[in-house]
């Protein structure tokens, strides 16, 4: 009745999915009796502490510390040595002891820059500091979102798969059913392919499912290293925020990608600071000692500063363009906000409309099209036609699917929103209920 090559095609494909379903729940199981279940806070946590771009980060601030520290000192001191009043023609040309007034020379020098240069120098440098300490603060805040975005991934994505494998069982019951109906003359060997085709469509997803697993796990590894391979806790409740959504919206120079603006600012302002000091002249003092051969050695001091007297098109300009750049930084930290205020107004909305959506496939899509299948299958164990079932089936299939979608996209959506603002510790809102 059927061909060899059939059979065997739907005995690997069933032998594929067993394996790969049992390695990947493996895995887990395996973990989870040494170091225990992975809830999503524990992950951002390790994340922020041990993430390679969170540590890069860290590093780059200690060293913008290090570089504010050292930026108002004064320059090295700088040692001079030479020879004075050589001959340098004739039959002594060269001859160290040719003229009396030949000397060797040795000395100190020490550069003494405006204190006006200085103080800005000191104020470039603690405003990149503070820059990179923001930086570093959104970084880690930044782990935490994709940590958690990775996260959600992996939850859903096993989601789909338990979700997809609680359908074997029906998809089992209706290919005996058509053998059944087919061994007492009702069926037809059309409803056994049908059948058998169906099983190995929910095969072929759930390869599919397995593979998605497979590739979340490896992009929750990237934050958090082994810990990927521990068993997911039960997720957080998506349905709630720590922080009101009004909130998010007015409070925006404190969320994750904005924090770094102030110190920009303040930065480009020290640098017009830097420039406008131009103005003021730098100074240096030596100190020199000569040693002659025939005569009494000597000491010098000299003493030089800069004359910045045509400043027009030189510190004027270097003002003129720190100006500009100054409001340039005020103009993109503007524009900033309201690209952050847009973002988080989509990312709310998104929230809340993939919450309603997930709270009507719990509460309705999915209850019905389970009774639809089932009901169906029922018909055709009674003598109806296999046809209602096959399509109830696939719209099952397709639901399920959809539906752990939407559960990664509101996953996701939280998350963003979570995470936006360091140390979140006000009250939790709840989402609206679902409107009819």
Sequence with gaps: MYSPSFRRRVRVSRFLAASLCGFIASLPLHAASSDGALDLNSATRIAAARAPLVQAQQFRAQAAQDDAVRAGQL?????????????????????????????????????????AKREARTGLADAEAQLADADSVSVRLAAKRAT????????AAQREHMLLEELH????????????????????????????????????????????VVAARAA?????????????????????????????????????????????????????????????????????????????????????????????????????????????VKAEHEDARRTQREAVATAIADWKGYGQQARRFEDSLLPLLRDRSRTALALYRGGGSLQPWLDAWRDEIRTRI???????????TWAELAYLVPDNKTARIALPEVSP
């Excluded at 020290?270 to 050695?297: M, S, T």
């Excluded at 959809?402 to 996701?412: E, F, I, N, Q, S």
Aim: avoid cysteine; proline fraction near 6%; aromatic fraction near 6%.
């Design 75 to 115: 320059p090295d001191p700088e040692l001079t040595a030479g020879i004075q009043n050589l001959t340098a023609t004739g039959p002594q040309a060269f001859n160290l002891g040719a003229d009396p007034m030949t000397m060797q020379t040795i000395g100190v020098m020490q550069a003494f820059p405006s204190r």
């Design 169 to 212: 069982e029906q998809a089992a019951l209706a290919v005996t059913l058509a053998k059944a109906r087919l061994t007492g003359g009702t069926g037809s060997a059309t409803d056994v392919l049908a059948a058998q085709s169906a099983t190995i469509e929910l095969d072929n997803k759930l390869d599919a499912a397995a593979a998605n």
């Design 220 to 328: 929750l590894r990237r934050w958090i290293g082994t810990d990927a391979q521990r068993t997911l806790a039960e997720p957080p409740d998506f349905a709630t925020m720590g922080v009101a959504p009004a909130q998010l919206l007015t409070d925006i120079d404190r969320q994750g990608p904005l924090l770094g603006w102030k110190a920009r600012e303040d930065k480009a302002q020290a640098a017009l600071a830097l420039a406008e000091a131009g103005k003021r002249p730098d100074w240096k003092v030596g100190l020199v000692f000569g040693h002659r051969l025939h005569l009494d050695n000597m000491v010098g001091v000299e003493v030089s500063v800069d004359l910045p007297i045509f400043p027009g098109n030189r510190q004027g300009r270097d003002i003129s363009a720190r100006h500009a750049e100054r409001d340039a």
């Design 148 to 155: 958690a975005q990775a996260w959600v991934s992996l939850w």
């Design 402 to 412: 959809d539906y752990t979608d939407v559960l990664a996209a509101w996953g996701k």
